[in-house]
Every structure is written in C-alpha cells, then in structure tokens.
C-alpha cells in the first residue's frame, strides 16, 4: 500500500535546475498569473500536470506553482530535494473549510 502523497513512480523524475538568464522574469510571469487564480483553479492547475517531462520552460512553470502554493497553503504536493524536483505528488482536492488542500488516494 502506498502511503499518501508519496511519489507516484509514473510521475518520477529527476529535473536539476540550472539558472539560465530571464528566468527570474519567466518565473514572475508565471506568478503574476497564478496570484489571479482562486485556490481551486491552482489545485486544477497542480491536477492537469499529466508528468515532469524534464524541459526547462515546464521546471519554469512548476517553481512559480509550487512557490504559489506555499505562499498559500504553506505547504506544497511537489517533491523537491536538494533543489531536484523529484516528482509530482498524488492529485489533490480543496477542502473549501479549511482553505487547504488533502492528497487523494489514487486506485
């Protein structure tokens, strides 16, 4: 059995990011855009992500989210290590009373 919120292996990979420049400013973007979105459009947003494909704008992408995400929730479904994102953790529901989101086991 799997513990919640583990990492689901079809969704494993390793991606290191390596700083490029104007990536500061992609990340912005990504963050101005995120701040617009209710805590269930973020959860949509965190739920369509179907893998981690290894590609620099979609690493771009995640950080803003996961960064979003803390910000809000203060925690974060993303696993990182030592600056790897690992992988995506299970899909996620909102729970609207208490402004949170819970891990939601995957058959």
């Known amino acids: 059995m799997k513990e919640k919120g583990t990492i689901n292996s079809s969704k494993e990979l390793s991606h ?27 959860i949509k947003a965190y739920n369509a992500l179907n893998g981690l494909y290894g ?8 950080i803003a989210l996961r960064q979003e995400f803390l ?5 974060s479904p993303f696993k ?14 909102y ?7 819970a891990f939601v086991e995957q058959n």
């Open 71 to 75: 910000e809000r929730f203060n925690q």
């Open 55 to 62: 590609v620099h704008p979609q690493a771009l992408h995640i």
């Open 95 to 101: 729970i609207e009373s208490s402004k949170k989101f």
């Open 80 to 93: 990182i290590s030592m600056n790897n994102l690992i992988g995506l953790g299970d899909k996620i529901s």
């Open 16 to 42: 290191v990011h390596i700083s490029r420049q104007g990536d500061r400013e992609v990340i912005s973007e990504y963050k101005d855009r995120f701040k617009l979105y209710s805590n269930k459009e973020l």
